[in-house]
């Protein structure tokens, strides 16, 4: 049975401000790290993306809607963020060299991750955004050893 919190948000700030600390929490460690962004679209997959990847020090974080990922890289990490909304077949993300897209040192963020099934990497967390207006609740579970260690470490 896999753990599940959940985290009311009251804005885009305070979802951001979630992302980092996430992010502080994830960088703790070296091991591969493959977290699933779902929620309609508008939900924040996005947003909480760049609050993430900003933590790392990349500044300009755009939706890879139409390159269906964009990844950053510097001496410290490298992060993957997919969007397979566009996606026709799971094939295409062997062809860009998925699999060199995981192991130690190696963080993928990707949203609409059930359109990649079977190429993509089981996930370790899977954040579940719902909400409307400015509030969101993110639902988090974990289904490995390192999403439970990265869950526990959200806990107030
Ligand atoms: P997705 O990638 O899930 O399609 P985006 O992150 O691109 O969604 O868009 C989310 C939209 O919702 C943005 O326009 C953002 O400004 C808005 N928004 C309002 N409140 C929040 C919140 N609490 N968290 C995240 N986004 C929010
Ligand atoms: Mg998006």
Redesign the pocket.
Known sequence: MAIILNFV????K???QFSQRLAQSAKKNNDALVIY?E????????????GFIQTFGFDRVK?PTYALVESYQNDDINIHHF?CYRLSDPEELEYIGIREYSGPGHIQLI?WAELGKGAIEPADMIIK?S?E????TLSISAHSKIGESLLNSLKV
């Open positions: 948000l009251a804005s885009e305070e979802t951001t962004l929620g309609d679209l508008g939900a924040g997959k996005t947003t909480f993306a760049r939706s969007d949203e955004i909400g207006d400015q509030a969101r």
